[in-house]
């Protein structure tokens, strides 16, 4: 069973328009955290945010925000006001446990495409 | 400026060959990891290394090798033995193995079998 699921392979937006980009994950462990990574065509994974399983607040980061349902097992990045320089995939991956032996799984990812 | 740095950018292999993808961090980071990338795919653990001179298997170590001799250093030896080496590899290092801490990614190296 997949662990990470990202259901929307790619998206069109319009910019400056608000995005919402879908992950639901699969644990039965209380201790996870989750991560959004941007990849641009260059490459490169580029952290974006972090949402622990025990933070009491969905977490922020300047314009990324993580709409966190822990009830739901799903944690979606929001991007406001969005830009060409959005375009880009991104993904979801979890951390799943404590200490040091602990794996990051990766979803699938989300092709963005923002448009002018 | 800190970061991670893979070369080269893109490698071709011939069928049989062993090559060497390169790894190098200045961020003094402990734990190094070495990934896969297929199309439509998630990012797939090789090996990982949280400290000088020891490393473990992720979940598709087979037909590769790494070592890790120096703490700056993390190289992953594509070996005959992969049957499908064709890919996208990004390798990544964090400050620690610790839960909470980001992992920080180089540019990745695309390997061509020909």
């Known amino acids: 069973a997949q662990k990470i699921t990202q259901t929307q392979p790619g998206m069109f937006v319009q910019e400056k328009e608000a995005v919402t980009l879908d992950c639901t994950y699969d644990?039965?462990?209380?201790?996870?955290?989750l991560f959004w990574y941007k990849q641009p065509s260059s490459g490169e994974m580029i952290f974006l945010i972090y949402q622990g399983s025990y933070d009491q607040q969905n977490a922020t980061e300047g314009r990324y925000s993580l709409n966190f349902q822990k009830a739901r097992k799903s944690a979606n990045l929001v991007i406001s006001a969005s830009q060409l320089g959005d375009s880009a995939m991104y993904f979801c991956a979890m951390r799943e446990g404590r200490g040091s032996n602990y794996q990051l799984i990766w979803g699938a990812g989300t092709k963005l495409i923002i448009k002018p | 400026d800190g970061g991670i740095t893979q070369s080269p950018k893109y490698l071709f292999r011939k069928e049989g060959q062993n090559v060497t993808l390169s790894c190098e961090q200045n961020?003094?980071?402990?734990?190094m990891y070495w990934y896969r990338q297929d199309p439509g795919q998630g990012l797939r653990l090789i090996y990982y290394?949280?400290?000088?001179?020891?490393?473990q298997k992720g979940d598709i170590a087979e037909g590769y090798s790494v070592s890790r001799e120096k703490k700056e250093s993390f190289p992953l030896t594509v070996t005959s033995a992969q049957k499908n080496p064709t890919a996208f590899y990004l390798c990544a290092s964090k400050v620690g193995p610790h839960a909470n801490t980001e992992a920080f990614f180089g540019q990745g190296t695309r390997l061509t079998v020909v």
């Open positions: 290394s949280q400290i000088v001179n020891d490393f």
């Open positions: 961020l003094n980071h402990d734990a």
């Open positions: 644990t039965s462990d209380p201790s996870y955290g």
